[in-house]
C-alpha cells in the first residue's frame, strides 16, 4: 500500500521561510517525478515544484523561482521543498505529488501553510 504523508506546515511571516517534508512509501514502479502542489479554496491546484528522478533536473513556475527549492533523500525516501520569501497570499495546502513510469499518482494528504502577519 502507497502513503505518501506531508509535514511542517504551519503560520509563517510574510518574508519567512518554512520547509516542507514529504514521506513516501510502498511504491513498486520506478519514480518518474516527485512534485509539490499548492492550493487555495476555490482555486486550482498549482504544481509549485517538480523533480525528474532520471536526471534530477527540477523546474518552477516563475511565481517561485528563485524562492522555492525542491530536494530528495534518496535514503530515506523522502522529498523536500524549502520555501523563502513566503509572500501573504493567506491559507494554502501543500501536497505531495508522486507519479511513477507506469502513469501511477500518488497525492498525500497535504499540509496547511499560512502566510501572514
Known amino acids: 500500500q502507497v502513503q505518501v504523508e506531508e509535514s511542517g506546515g504551519g503560520l509563517v511571516q510574510p518574508g519567512g521561510s518554512l520547509r516542507l517534508s514529504c514521506a513516501f512509501s510502498?511504491?513498486?514502479?520506478?519514480?518518474?517525478?516527485l512534485s509539490w502542489a499548492r492550493q487555495s479554496p476555490g482555486n486550482e491546484r498549482e504544481f509549485v515544484a517538480n523533480?525528474?528522478?532520471?536526471?534530477?533536473?527540477?523546474h518552477y513556475p516563475d511565481s517561485v523561482k528563485g524562492r522555492f527549492i525542491i530536494s530528495r533523500d534518496n535514503l530515506e525516501n523522502s522529498l523536500h521543498l524549502q520555501m523563502n520569501s513566503l509572500k501573504p497570499e493567506g491559507t494554502e495546502v501543500y501536497s505531495c505529488?508522486?507519479?511513477?513510469?507506469?502513469?501511477?499518482?500518488?497525492w498525500g494528504q497535504g499540509t496547511q501553510v499560512t502566510v501572514s502577519s
Open positions: 505529488n508522486v507519479m511513477t513510469i507506469a502513469r501511477q499518482d500518488y
Open positions: 523533480l525528474f528522478t532520471d536526471d534530477g533536473r527540477t
Open positions: 510502498g511504491v513498486i514502479f520506478k519514480i518518474r517525478t
